[in-house]
């Protein structure tokens, strides 16, 4: 059965804070969800790569339009690109509030690089992935624009299944990686690596040749590809995606676009990495929910759902859906909760206007629902919760948890199952 437009929302919010491996299950690759997602802009994930030998564009970061005029003068270029840095994609068919379209331009002039920043820096750049009002521009890079001559995809991750790093590759670079591995599955080239011996010359070599380098180019992209495996291992990372890699008409190897992941549990040994962090257009409640390791999703209803596990809170997202209701939110409390952590949930669930009814669905089998049931009732007097709340607890001490909520005298009103949460839950914004 197709996913509900509700969960297909959650689903589109937690790519958002995830990683996206792009391999499918013809790849026989897993996926690694590290705790919380570090942003990097473009220029702080290229400069990553330089610093690490790898080879990218030249390129300035500028915050005014002199210095983004005076960057393009000095890179003395035959062709400029500028890019608006914001997390978002779909930049380049962006528009931005002052009228200008596209976040990304190709000029030779530097005195035209000057006359686009004045357009962008400051104002916001709406894309299919921004917020309606889009997001302010601060920063712009000033790249050199190379010719490419030939486009291929690589990228190195994390696979459980492999127990270690692995990589993967196309021929077909520049587009979207999913299709190729649908449409034509043979041109993807998988190499598992050895976690202990690391790269090898001659899995970098073959990989290079699978990629369709010939002659010097493919030493050239094998030094490449060793490279951004020691940037991988060097920094922490669950997966860097170069895409594309490519090949220019003089005869040189670059890294043109790139996606860095890193594991979160890392940071205590990554912290010039972390102190990297762009969260300046992160949602104010979910970086408040990641505080106390919630995950949070803000949607457009207002039945407000409180969840233990991603798979749960999407059905109760469908389920609330099927019987006409609209939920405000994805929130999933995970396993080793705690009563403050509920607590602080109701905290966030309340502070959004839109919410109407709150739904409690909680399954307890790490999770303790009597820690669930004290939490709420402290969150109920101390909030002086306003709205209907509906609750189904099932699991681990839940008959201790149904005396606490029922001995508690709050206006809580208990559900059988699911089924049953949902449809009072509904009925309660219709009263």
């Known amino acids: 059965m197709a996913a509900s437009m509700?969960?297909?929302?959650?689903?589109?919010?937690?790519?958002?804070?995830?990683?996206?491996?792009?391999?499918?299950d013809k790849l026989k690759c897993s996926w690694l969800t590290p705790r919380r997602w570090l942003n990097l802009q473009e220029y702080q994930s290229k400069k990553l790569m330089q610093d690490s030998g790898v080879a990218v564009q030249r390129f300035y970061v500028a915050d005014t339009a002199?210095?983004?005029?005076?960057?393009?003068?000095?890179?003395?270029?035959?062709?400029?690109?500028?890019?608006?840095?914001?997390?978002?994609?779909?930049?380049?068919k962006g528009v931005f509030d002052s009228g200008l379209k596209g976040g990304v331009h190709l000029t030779k002039d530097p005195a035209v690089?000057?006359?686009l920043a004045k357009k962008m820096l400051g104002f916001n750049l709406i894309t299919k992935q921004t917020p309606k009002d889009g997001v302010k521009v601060k920063t712009v890079m000033v790249a050199e624009a190379l010719d490419i001559s030939r486009e291929t995809y690589f990228a190195i991750l994390m696979d459980r299944?492999?127990?270690?790093?692995?990589?993967?590759?196309?021929?077909?670079?520049?587009?979207?990686?999913?299709?190729?591995?649908?449409?034509?599955?043979?041109?993807?080239?998988?190499?598992?690596i050895d976690i202990y011996k690391g790269m090898q010359d001659d899995q970098a070599l073959r990989m290079a040749a699978n990629l369709g380098f010939k002659g010097p180019l493919q030493r050239q992209a094998a030094d490449q590809i060793k490279r951004l495996y020691d940037l991988f291992l060097k920094v922490d990372a669950t997966q860097v995606e170069v895409n594309p890699l490519g090949e220019t008409p003089e005869g040189q190897v670059v890294c043109f676009d790139a996606k860095i992941n890193f594991d979160d549990n890392a940071e205590f040994r990554q912290k010039d990495v972390f102190a990297m962090d762009d969260m300046t257009e992160s949602d104010a409640t979910?970086?408040?929910?990641?505080?106390?390791?919630?995950?949070?999703?803000?949607?457009?209803?207002?039945?407000?759902?409180?969840?233990?596990?991603?798979?749960?809170?999407?059905?109760?997202?469908?389920?609330?859906?099927?019987?006409?209701g609209k939920p405000a939110n994805f929130l999933d409390l995970g396993g080793g909760v705690k009563e403050r952590q509920v607590y602080e949930a109701f905290k966030l669930l309340t502070a959004d206007p839109k919410v109407e009814a709150i739904l409690v669905n909680i399954f307890g089998g790490?999770?303790?629902?009597?820690i669930i049931a004290n939490g709420i009732t402290k969150a109920c007097r101390e909030l002086e919760l306003k709205v209907p709340l509906v609750v189904r607890l099932e699991g681990t001490n839940v008959?201790?948890?149904?005396?606490?909520?029922?001995?508690?005298?709050?206006?809580?009103?208990?559900?059988?199952?699911?089924?049953?949460?949902?449809?009072?839950?509904v009925a309660a914004i219709r009263k």
């Open 66 to 92: 002199s210095e983004a005029q005076e960057a393009a003068k000095r890179l003395n270029a035959k062709e400029i690109v500028l890019k608006a840095q914001i997390l978002a994609g779909g930049r380049g």
């Open 286 to 324: 979910e970086m408040e929910a990641a505080k106390w390791d919630l995950k949070y999703i803000g949607m457009d209803g207002n039945i407000a759902c409180f969840v233990n596990g991603a798979g749960l809170a999407m059905a109760t997202c469908d389920i609330i859906d099927l019987h006409g």
């Open 6 to 24: 509700a969960s297909q929302a959650a689903v589109r919010g937690l790519r958002t804070t995830a990683t996206k491996h792009v391999l499918l």
């Open 366 to 370: 790490i999770v303790n629902c009597a």
């Open 113 to 115: 690089v000057g006359e």
């Open 399 to 425: 008959h201790e948890a149904k005396r606490i909520l029922t001995e508690s005298g709050l206006p809580i009103t208990a559900a059988d199952n699911l089924d049953d949460a949902a449809k009072k839950a």
């Open 161 to 192: 299944a492999c127990n270690g790093p692995v990589m993967v590759g196309s021929p077909q670079g520049g587009m979207d990686i999913e299709e190729v591995a649908a449409t034509t599955p043979e041109l993807i080239f998988k190499e598992v």
